[in-house]
Every structure is written in C-alpha cells, then in structure tokens.
C-alpha cells in the first residue's frame, strides 16, 4: 500500500466527519493521518468536530466566485490539495455532487475511482470494495490496486 494520508471531503460538514470515522473505524489510513478539507470559510467549531471524528489535520482551500462552485472547479481545487498532501486515499461523499467531483478528480489526476461504495478494506497489495449494482438489486466485490485511488463513500455507511 502506498503511504500518506487519507483526504476526506464532502461539502456537507456532516457527511466529511462520517468519512473521518469511516476511515478510522476501517483502519484505512494504515498508520498514516486521516485528514479533512474544507472549501471557502472555516466555521470556528468545525476543526473541533473534525479532530473529535478523528481527523489529525483540517486543509482549508480558498474559493473565489459562487458560494457553490461548479463540480470541475472543485475537483480542480482538490487536485491542487493532493499534490501537496500526497493522500493514499480520497474518499468523498457518494451523493450526487460527490459523485461528479470523483469522477472529475480522477481524470485530472489519472488515478482510478468507483462511486456508491459501501465496504472498503485494505487486502494485501489492493483495496477491496463492496458498491451496490443493478439499482441495489445486486452487490458487487471490486478489487482496485493499491496504487491511490478516489472512491466516493455512501453516506449512512459508518458502522464498522
């Protein structure tokens, strides 16, 4: 497995602490920190919330324009963030801009991506994932390299 942190983001505060103790409960970062990143303004109590759902570090990025920025120009946004925090992992929230944003981050950075993933595990020298198929109607077992990847998270997931 690749070293670095684990980068969590969604735009919706809520969902971004999920995703911090969704990597935690799974033991994904592997030793390495789990972090956060937050778009535009940084409310005072959520660098709190975020270290109590077990982020080690909060990334703040700054946001010219509308207050909520095309998918493309976000995904943009964190490609500028994975290059200088060097992540394992991008997990996203699975909702229906998490999902645009995924998609975008994995084409700017050449890095492979599933959307609508339920289970992920870190299994030898690869990344184990179950994401529902057919409409829920099935589920199906990927196997991703270890190399990073991008894998949006479906919100409700936190159990262990």
Same mark, same amino acid.
């Given at each position: 497995?690749?070293?670095?942190?684990?980068?969590?983001?969604?735009?919706?505060?809520?969902?971004?602490?999920?995703?911090?103790?969704?990597?935690?409960?799974?033991?994904? #970062?592997?030793?390495?920190?789990?972090?956060?990143?937050?778009?535009?303004?940084?409310?005072?109590?959520?660098?709190?919330?975020?270290? #109590?759902?077990?982020?080690?570090?909060?990334?703040?990025?700054?946001?010219?324009?509308?207050?909520?920025?095309?998918?493309?120009?976000?995904?943009?946004?964190?490609?500028?963030?994975?290059? #200088? #925090?060097? $992540?394992?992992?991008?997990?996203?929230?699975?909702?229906?801009?998490?999902?645009?944003?995924?998609?975008?981050?994995?084409?700017?950075?050449?890095?492979?991506?599933?959307?609508?993933?339920?289970?992920?595990?870190?299994?030898?020298?690869?990344?184990?994932?179950?994401?529902?198929?057919?409409?829920?109607?099935?589920?199906?077992?990927?196997?991703?390299?270890?190399?990073?990847?991008?894998?949006?998270?479906? $919100?409700?997931?936190?159990?262990?």
């Amino acid at each position: 497995m690749s070293e670095g942190p684990v980068l969590c983001y969604s735009e919706e505060p809520e969902l971004t602490e999920e995703l911090l103790r969704w990597a935690h409960h799974r033991k994904l #970062a592997g030793g390495s920190p789990v972090v956060a990143a937050v778009l535009g303004a940084l409310p005072s109590d959520l660098p709190r919330r975020y270290a #109590a759902a077990g982020a080690q570090e909060v990334y703040r990025f700054a946001a010219e324009g509308p207050a909520f920025p095309e998918a493309g120009v976000l995904a943009e946004a964190l490609a500028t963030l994975v290059g #200088a #925090a060097h $992540p394992r992992l991008v997990l996203v929230a699975s909702t229906k801009r998490g999902k645009q944003i995924a998609g975008r981050l994995a084409g700017l950075l050449d890095w492979p991506a599933e959307t609508g993933v339920n289970t992920l595990r870190p299994e030898g020298d690869q990344w184990v994932l179950e994401r529902e198929a057919l409409s829920g109607n099935a589920v199906s077992l990927e196997q991703f390299p270890a190399s990073p990847a991008i894998f949006a998270i479906t $919100p409700g997931q936190e159990a262990p």
